[in-house]
């Protein structure tokens, strides 16, 4: 049987903090438990935040904490055209449609129908797209395109789940309230999710997807913020004919005030800790590990 296949996907828009440590350590200490393997991901569509000083700064900390992983590294800004072509294909199966709204119309518009009522929210709190753009003619569409208005692609989250019908995952952790086993996906609670933007060809949900059926990763561990988005993965990996991992969400490491770690915080990132004199075994402790064996 082949070994399972792990991997830590951070993003190199900022220093990594413990949480990131908590879920890297994690990663890797299954692997080594379980005789597998341990791939790291470079997350780095967002070419106006990612910083290659940032993702040199990741392998520092990882190599510090005792992390060892396979070479080369995936980088996704070196895959763009894969993704394209799953965009390309889910437009040709009428799943995908433009929408021109900017991130500013939405603002204003949800500013003013909460004025007198509620406007829906996904379950991280951000509002829904209601659809506005599948209203549109062909023509008009294609009128706007050709004129060079930005537009996002998003997902037709109805016809999608019609698609594919009930979904589930298999969970191996805890959900926010404690979900665990057989988990059923609710990608409708999230709406026409954006896949592609005019001027980037993916999303993390789509790469995301993506790339962890093309590593072959049969075990993906990450934070529990991460929790519900599991659903439109799912979702995507059945509408493009993809494996499903099995899932293991963890605990967030939470600041002094109950929130999650930032990456603008420097008091928890790890660099931090290090240059104060901090252990990669007191890191352990910190996020709750046990420390290593050697
Ligand atoms: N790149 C994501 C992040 O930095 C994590 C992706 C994942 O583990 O699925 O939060």
Redesign the pocket.
């Known amino acids: 049987m082949s070994p399972p296949v792990f991997r830590?996907?951070?993003?190199p828009n900022g220093f990594l903090h413990l949480g990131h440590a908590r879920?890297a350590l994690l990663n890797f200490d299954l692997a080594q438990r379980t005789g597998g393997r341990m791939l790291l991901r470079i997350?780095d569509i967002d070419t106006t935040r990612c910083r290659p000083d940032y993702e040199q700064a990741i392998y520092e900390d990882l190599a510090w904490l005792g992390i060892t992983w396979e070479k080369p590294v995936r980088r996704q800004s070196e895959h763009l055209l894969l993704y394209r072509e799953a965009v390309e294909r889910l437009t040709r199966e009428g799943l995908i449609y433009p929408a021109f709204e900017s991130r500013a119309d939405i603002a204003r518009l949800v500013a003013e129908t909460e004025k007198s009522g509620s406007w829906p929210r996904d379950p991280d709190g951000a509002p829904l797209y209601v659809g506005m753009g599948k209203h549109l003619t062909a023509d008009e569409r294609e009128r706007k395109v050709a004129a060079g208005a930005p537009y996002a692609l998003r997902l037709a989250m109805d016809g999608a789940v019609a698609r594919t019908g009930s979904l589930s995952w298999t969970e191996e952790g805890t959900g926010p309230n404690g979900e665990t086993g057989h988990v059923p996906a609710r990608p409708e609670q999230w709406g026409d999710v954006i896949l592609a933007r005019r001027d980037t060809p993916t999303s993390?949900h789509l790469s995301?997807v993506i790339d962890d059926a093309l590593q072959g990763v049969t075990h993906?561990v990450?934070?529990q913020d991460?929790f519900w988005a599991t659903g439109v993965h799912r979702l995507l990996q059945q509408l493009l004919g993809l494996p499903q991992p099995v899932y293991r969400h963890h605990g967030l490491v939470l600041d002094d005030a109950g929130q999650k770690l930032s990456k603008s915080t420097q008091a928890t990132a790890l660099r931090e800790l290090r240059v104060g004199g901090m252990t990669p075994d007191e890191v352990r402790g910190l996020v709750g590990i046990k420390p290593t064996m050697a």
Request: glycine share 8%; proline share 8%; hydrophobic share 40%.
């Open positions: 830590f996907a951070p993003s879920s997350e993390y995301v993906v990450r934070g991460l």
